[in-house]
Every structure is written in structure tokens, then in C-alpha cells.
């Protein structure tokens, strides 16, 4: 599945790393990910998400709140995978694995693998394929702008609120593959923005330069939530990047806000390869 980082050979799996043709050699964790994520450009443990904001996310998605959009989005992959027999999927900046676990339930028939460059969001997701049996998933730590998956090998690749790049998407899909890209509404989380910012603004639409790709299709899922819990409020602050640009006085008010109700918006869209 995996391809070497180093040379671009193919990677076998033994019982403790995985191991290419030219002897680079990766370690298989405890947990059952590997991490093929080069030092170079990176420093490994300050990657991506770090631990607090991983715990966070997880502790807010485990409440349920987002499980329409989990629901929805799994959905709308098998509905584009509809006819494959065994589809290879990657999701690609996965974090801590929540929306991975779904689609690899409502796809039993597919392999999975998620990839995401912090390693605390790796290792969490690999805890999560554990309590969830899925034995058709996989993890790995590694950048969504360098895939350590050979050419034309995926059905589909799915971007849920992480960084989107046309060529290596363009790379990994085969000629008819799918890229699904999530992100949010201008009115997401409207509410918390309310309460952080004297003038709270509306999300800008996102801009992808998918020059290898036509948009085939896209929905809203618009709903609210009711944060019932100051503990709740402050799991969905501290997964959010505003948490890094909130004053210390703003963020001190979500301490005594909760009940707290906010909007959730997402916007799905379904991208399908054009051929070279």
C-alpha cells in the first residue's frame, strides 16, 4: 500500500517496520501506525495539531455533535464509490481519525488509510481503530502534499477541514477517481464567534486551485447545536484556530456562556478527475 518516502519504492510490511527494496526502514508503533513523515521541512513532534488540541477535538466529536456531518459525508462516499468492488480511499489530513472510522464501517468492503502530519492526531486514531475493529483501516503520519501512495492507486480522496492540493490528489487518484472536499460554511460556529469578537465575521468561501479536477457536485448540511456544559464550549474552542487568536479577556467569557448555541455549516463537494 504504502510507497517509501526516501526512494519511492514500494514498502513491505514485517512484524515490526515496514521495509523498501533499499533497506529504509520505518517503524511500526506500538499503537499499529507508522510514521513516514521525512524530518526534513518538519519538525516531527511539533507537526500539525498538537496534543491538547487532538484531545479536544476528540473530546468534542465524542459528544455526537458532529456525527450528522460524519453520517453525511460517509454517505455521500459510498454513493461515490457506488459499483467498485474494493476501493482504496485516503483520507488525507485525518487528525484524530473520527470521520476515518466511519467511512471505514459504512465501507467494509474498501481499505481505508488516513494520513495526517501530527503524530498525536495519528497515534489517537490509532486507539480509535482499535475500539472500532476496523480491520480495514490503516494510519499513518505523513504530509497530504506528499502521499506515500504510488501513482493512480485510489478510488477517492477525502479533504474534511484540511489542506487541499491538486497535484498530489491529481497523483494518487486513478483516471476516474473522486476527491471529496469538506469545509465550512461562512456561518459556521457564528455563535462562538459572538461571544469571542466585538465584530464577529462570516467564514470567506474557499478557493482551491484543482486545475486537474471539475466539480462535480456539492450540498450544504447547515444545522445548530446546544452546548449544554462550559467544559463542552471550551472542548469546541480549543479545537478551533481560534483558540490561538483569542484574547485571553474573550476567552475567559466562554468560562460562564454555556448553555450555548451555535450554527454548523458544512459544505460538501465532489470533484471527479479530469483526464489527462
Do not use: W
Not at 521525512?38 to 511539533?46: A, E, F, Q
Not at 503520519?141 to 493512480?152: E, H, T, Y
Not at 466585538?198 to 462535480?216: A, I, Q, T, W
Amino acid at each position: 500500500m504504502y510507497i517509501c518516502p526516501v526512494c519511492g519504492e514500494k514498502l513491505k510490511a514485517g512484524q515490526s517496520a515496514y521495509v523498501c527494496r533499499n533497506r529504509h526502514s520505518f517503524d511500526i508503533a506500538a499503537k499499529g501506525y507508522v510514521n513516514l513523515l521525512l524530518t526534513k521541512g518538519h519538525n516531527p513532534s511539533r507537526s500539525g495539531d498538537d496534543p491538547m488540541m487532538i484531545r479536544s477535538r476528540s473530546e468534542f466529536l465524542d459528544t455526537g455533535h458532529y456525527s450528522p456531518l460524519a453520517d453525511k459525508a460517509a454517505e455521500t462516499l459510498a454513493a461515490a464509490l457506488e459499483g467498485i468492488r474494493e476501493p482504496f480511499i485516503i483520507d488525507s489530513g485525518c487528525g484524530e481519525g473520527y470521520y476515518t472510522v466511519k467511512y471505514a464501517g459504512r465501507l467494509p468492503q474498501a481499505s481505508v488509510c488516513g494520513i495526517d502530519i501530527s503524530k498525536s492526531g495519528i497515534a489517537h486514531a490509532a486507539s480509535r481503530k482499535k475500539l472500532a475493529g476496523a480491520a480495514n483501516l490503516s494510519f499513518a503520519v505523513a504530509s497530504s502534499f506528499s502521499l506515500p501512495f504510488r501513482k493512480g492507486s485510489a478510488d477517492a480522496v477525502v479533504s474534511t477541514f484540511a489542506p487541499v492540493t491538486n497535484d498530489e490528489y491529481a497523483r494518487v487518484l486513478k483516471p476516474s477517481g473522486k476527491l471529496i472536499v469538506i469545509s465550512p460554511t461562512e456561518r459556521h460556529l457564528f455563535g462562538l464567534k459572538e461571544l469571542l469578537y466585538d465584530d464577529p465575521y462570516e467564514n470567506k468561501p474557499n478557493r482551491y486551485s484543482l486545475r486537474s479536477f471539475g466539480l462535480v457536485s456539492e450540498e450544504r448540511l447547515e444545522y445548530s447545536i446546544t452546548l449544554e456544559t462550559p467544559r463542552e464550549v471550551g472542548a469546541l474552542f480549543a479545537m478551533t484556530p481560534y483558540y490561538y487568536k483569542t484574547s485571553a479577556d474573550a476567552a475567559e467569557r466562554l468560562k460562564s456562556c454555556a448553555p450555548l448555541t451555535t450554527e454548523c455549516g458544512f459544505l460538501i463537494q465532489i470533484y471527479k478527475k479530469i483526464p489527462d
